[in-house]
């Protein structure tokens, strides 16, 4: 059995530590209140009880508050005062400096919650390491001077998550979508290197890479960029390409046609998407930016964006490369073909792709084979997107946080160098459970709760107003979000619309379960779920009207905040059965990754609370190998187009390096009591030796996770 350090380090129980703490205490008081031997040896034994029944291993913090709740328990209040007394010194001498012990761990590499914070990052790894102690520094400062103290409380009580800490010391938003278009067709600088229109779709590719590391260093989110802001560039080649070709004809006093001169051009044409797609695939996965990680990218695929004619048609091949190159995926170390963690793709289903027999549909089912092989792509429906979004279509910024409908001077919506300013996330499990069921009192406290979410917001805002566009040129001067001048600062882009800022829930399925003693999905929970999704929208717009900042509800992808909601949860409440009796709590909306449910019930259930998640949402299904059964993908793809606007399919694509097993690697649980990844063919538990890649929250995770994820992750059931 295992217990984290305050440092973050995971070290073994050890029961006698608690034995020489309480002893301590004890000898300070009079002879008559003291504890005997075998009571303070009973305090110890019922909580290395408690410890190995909790399924996961409790903090230092944790394992103190026991020891004051046993403690009283044998009605000791004068050991139980020197006891606290003492705990509450440490506590002072350790605030004096609290990020040292927390940096020296990580940079030892034994920062076991460290490690399993971010399931794309490699703690190992100087970046990574140099990036976490930035983010610690930067959370201290934010925690000791930025944030009001009822925030900062609030947060660290699991009410409600204040997300990025480790970046808000610096002028930095949240997520974006790029306007690639403007710097491709307009030129850009990058590194003070002026990047002229480029004449080739493989410069095009380039400097699109180039721009994506430079964005992901200057925010801390999600980007997006359009494969339609690439496909003129396939036409210039082309007619690059035929000059050339009817040049080497004629140089080589060769007998040509036009037709054999195209026929050739349209060859190198071929080869040159193929060359910019691995490229842009390559790069994205190779850079690493300043945040110590691939830049987290999401590629747009939307053949009705393109114009019809030429330039869609070029989209079209540009689209079949890059679905065929991620089939394949990449090599690991060894040589063995993986599945990738980026770029995101989406690919749009759309009248002309849809159905068997439209014009687009074998691009479909290239899409349906990649995504039985690769997880990707995920699929947004143009028909109910179109519903829900003012006759819009167009992409999320990263894995799944879309902006509002804005229009420009001309009356024109403008989606591409729009951004969002943060995320405040409301745990709306604790709300309903500091309620206590009473249904007037948890209205009350949920506008306690969201009174916090919307001061903390308020911060981020304010964090960003007055930046200077000169903090990150290639974002605010040269075109990826704006083309302001040189000194100016960003905060016209903050009001009426332009960005977005967004108030997160988390927990509604547990929140109704206690309030309600059924599902979100059954009768009574449903009309509940749907009525706290409508005030929490409602309360959106009163802000945005008061404020004239665009205030959107977003369906937050917990990844470690997941587990961090429910360890205090735990703590606040103890294991209640359904509801805190897990290391988890549920994203968002989504039905319990334990419930049995079919695939299309969940997709149509979950539809109607995608409505009201404008700022963003994602729903999954979870699914077995269906390399061999693509029409079973090919139906839930065309069910998604006419019920839903965005969903994925989870599949499965793991490799044991030590044995060359392909297939699903499970997880068990170790003889400490704690899960653990193990190869079903050979047993191999060591993490080093393997690769996994699950879908935890958007976007695909490879480095592992930590233990609430993990749990949650093992609890989920197929739905088809």
């Keep these: ?77 004068a050991v139980a005062r020197k006891y606290i007394t003492y705990r509450y010194k440490r506590a002072l001498v350790r605030k004096s400096n609290s990020t040292d012990e927390q940096i020296l761990s990580l940079l030892e590499c034994n920062n076991e919650e460290v ?15 140099r990036d976490y102690m930035a983010g610690e520094v930067s959370k201290d400062i934010t925690k000791r001077f930025l944030l009001p103290q009822d925030i900062v409380d609030a947060h660290e009580q699991g009410l409600i998550h204040f997300h990025d800490a480790d970046y808000f010391a610096q002028h930095m938003h949240n997520c974006c979508l790029v306007n690639l278009d403007d710097m491709l067709q307009n030129g850009t600088v990058i590194s003070e290197t002026m990047l002229e229109k480029p004449h080739s779709f493989s410069t095009a590719c380039n400097i699109a890479t180039q721009a994506i590391a430079q964005i992901a260093s200057s925010q801390y989110g999600g980007q997006s960029i359009s494969l339609t ?124 792709n849809v159905r068997e027999g439209s014009k687009y549909w074998e691009l479909t089912k290239l899409a349906a084979r990649c995504t039985a092989k690769r997880m990707v792509p995920d699929y947004i429906s143009e028909k109910m997107m179109k519903e829900l979004k003012d006759g819009n279509c167009y992409p999320c910024m990263g894995c799944r946080s879309f902006l509002t409908v804005y229009k420009d001077e001309q009356d024109k919506p403008k989606f591409y160098g729009r951004f969002n300013q943060g995320v405040v996330t409301i745990n709306l499990v604790d709300v309903a459970l500091s309620a206590g069921k009473d249904m007037d009192k948890f209205w009350s406290i949920l506008d306690e709760r969201l009174d916090l979410c919307r001061r903390a ?55 109704v379960k206690y309030m309600k003693g059924v599902s979100h999905t059954q009768k009574g929970g449903t009309e509940f779920a749907l009525e706290v999704m409508e005030y929490l929208n409602s309360t959106c717009k009163k802000w945005a009207a008061e404020t ?29 059965p359904d509801i805190t009796d897990r290391n988890y709590i549920t994203n968002s909306y989504h039905v319990h990754v334990s ?37 079973a993908v090919l139906s839930v793809m065309q069910f998604i187009y006419e019920n839903i606007m ?29 899960l653990v990844w193990e190869c079903p063919n050979c047993k191999n538990r060591n993490q080093d030796k393997m690769n996994v890649a699950r879908r935890t929250c958007g976007y695909i995770g490879t480095q592992f996770w930590n233990q609430g994820r993990t749990q949650e992750i093992k609890d989920r059931v197929l739905h088809l």
């Design 457 to 511: 917001l308020m911060c981020r805002h304010y964090r960003l107003k007055g930046t200077p566009s000169d903090v990150a040129p290639i974002l605010w001067q040269n075109g990826a979000l704006a083309r302001l001048k040189k000194g100016e600062t960003i905060d016209k882009l903050l009001y009426g619309g332009y960005s977005t800022i967004s108030l997160g829930y988390a927990g509604l399925c547990e929140c």
């Design 115 to 129: 490690k399993q914070e971010n399931s794309n990052k490699n703690p190992t790894v100087n970046s990574v390491q």
């Design 229 to 352: 802001h690439l496909a003129p560039f396939v036409d210039i080649s082309r007619q690059k390409f035929i000059r050339k070709v009817r040049e080497e004809f004629e140089a080589t006093g060769i007998d040509y046609t036009e037709q054999k001169v195209r026929e050739v051009a349209e060859l190198r044409v071929r080869d040159e998407i193929k060359n910019g797609v691995q490229m842009i695939q390559y790069q994205v996965i190779t850079l690493m930016t300043t945040n110590g990680q691939a830049p987290f990218v999401t590629v747009f695929m939307y053949l009705n964006e393109a114009p019809e004619g030429q330039t869609r048609d070029d989209l079209a091949l540009v689209i079949q490369e890059v679905l065929k190159q991620r089939i394949q995926g990449v090599k690991n170390e060894q040589g063995v073909w993986i599945t990738p963690a980026f770029p995101k793709l989406i690919y749009v289903l759309e009248e002309d």
């Design 646 to 674: 965005y969903a994925e399919l989870n599949t499965k694509s793991d490799y044991c390096q030590e044995c060359g097993y392909t297939g699903q690697i499970e997880i068990i649980t170790n003889e400490d009591g704690k």
């Design 595 to 631: 419930e049995n449910i079919d695939a299309f019930e969940k997709l149509k259930f979950e539809s109607q609370f995608q409505r009201l998640s404008p700022g963003g949402a994602i729903s999954y299904v979870e699914v077995p190998d269906m390399m061999n059964n693509i029409p």
């Design 1 to 77: 059995m295992k217990i984290i350090k305050r440092s973050g380090s995971e070290v073994t129980f050890d029961i006698e530590k608690i034995v020489a703490a309480v002893a301590k205490a004890n000898n300070e008081v009079a002879h008559n209140e003291r504890l005997s031997d075998e009571q303070i040896m009973v305090i110890s034994k019922n909580i290395e009880q408690i410890c190995k029944e909790m399924g996961r291993s409790l903090s230092v913090e944790e394992i103190q508050d026991l020891v004051e709740n046993q403690i009283m328990n044998f009605r000791a209040f």
């Design 548 to 576: 004239n900042i665009d205030f959107s509800l977003y369906g937050t992808p917990l990844e470690s905040t997941t587990y961090k909601f429910a360890k205090c949860l735990q703590k606040r409440f103890g294991k209640i």
